[in-house]
């Protein structure tokens, strides 16, 4: 081989590896997105469609992953399977979880450490949970003190053994955990160790559920910014949930600051829901595409 020709094959390997790098690198810096059950389940039935049957529409959309619902590890199986099989990643999972009534926790605690077992070989290193309400004529009153305090003490419980599977415990909340001076949402991350207990912000929630106050979504921040290892996203316009996530009545850019200067980069979950009003105008596949492109381009 002539010198020139040595040279320039040379060249156009070097030229070929460092495109290589170059997209790897790209693929690397992309943020990771996923989107959870009930948002994929809100949006595809009111089409009257099944969002199982179109994994392939998600993954098409840009998503990441799912984060996917369970009651019982006998569901864990399948459900990561059926992802993996469309390449959709499973970092986090979703239950519903009683810790406030003597006669169920510890069996909630059971069955949450087994989901854990399940999930963890599969690549999930969240579980996020949401405190069942309390039921009875005197619901409205909400959690007493003691069922707060005896709460707290069971998420801990709870955290701890997950934390020794390599599995985080994140709390989610809705409104009525802001009632009564939000007093349940800060016991329980009051009263927890927070090596033991993690929380799944909910940006929304804190917004709506504070009489629509951005206010209270970024003292939240503030107070318990360093807890949240997942971060939920859905948004309003004029406080009915908008079709697509994007701009509206919760400022993202400022949102998006904020979690950028948070220790670490929380996982990040689509929850955009619908309702009466929200508007239809486009198919399920472009909501979600126009949603991840959205949060790419402000928090990634």
Not at 38 to 51: A, H, K, M, Q, S
Not at 192 to 207: A, G, H, I, R
Request: aromatic share 8%; hydrophobic share 40%; charged share 25%.
């Amino acid at each position: 081989m002539k010198r020139r020709q040595f040279l320039s094959a040379a060249l156009a390997v070097t030229g070929a590896s460092l495109a290589t790098t170059t997209l790897f690198a790209q693929e690397s810096k992309r943020l990771h997105v996923a989107i959870n059950q009930y948002t994929c389940n809100t949006i595809y039935r009111r089409e009257n469609l099944d969002f199982w049957d179109r994994l392939d529409e998600l993954k098409s959309a840009g998503l990441d992953g799912i984060e996917p619902l369970f009651r019982s590890e006998e569901e864990v199986e399948t459900v990561g399977k059926r992802l993996a099989d469309y390449g959709l990643t499973m970092r986090s999972v979703y239950s519903g979880i009683n810790l406030h009534e003597e006669d169920a926790a510890e069996k909630e605690i059971n069955r949450i450490l087994k989901i854990g077992e399940k999930v963890k070989s599969l690549g999930t290193s969240i579980i996020v949970v949401n405190p069942a309400g309390k039921k009875g004529t005197d619901a409205e009153k909400g959690k007493t003190d003691a069922e707060l305090i005896f709460q707290s003490k069971n998420f801990d419980i709870l955290g701890a053994g997950l934390k020794k599977i390599g599995i985080s415990l994140a709390f989610h909340y809705h409104k009525v955990e802001l009632e009564f001076a939000a007093r349940e949402f800060h016991h329980i991350l009051c009263g927890t160790d927070p090596n033991n207990v993690s929380l799944c912000f909910e940006q929304n929630y804190s917004y709506s559920g504070s009489g629509n106050s951005q206010v209270a979504l970024f003292d939240h921040l503030k107070l318990y910014g360093d807890r949240s290892v997942e971060v939920h996203l859905r948004q309003t316009i004029n406080n009915v949930f908008s079709e697509t996530f994007g701009d509206g009545d919760i400022d993202n850019i400022r949102l998006a600051a904020a979690i950028r200067k948070l220790p670490k980069m929380p996982h990040i979950v689509l929850e955009q829901a619908v309702e009466a009003a929200t508007p239809k105008t486009m198919p399920p596949v472009e909501k979600i595409r126009q949603s991840v492109d959205y949060v790419r381009k402000v928090f990634g």
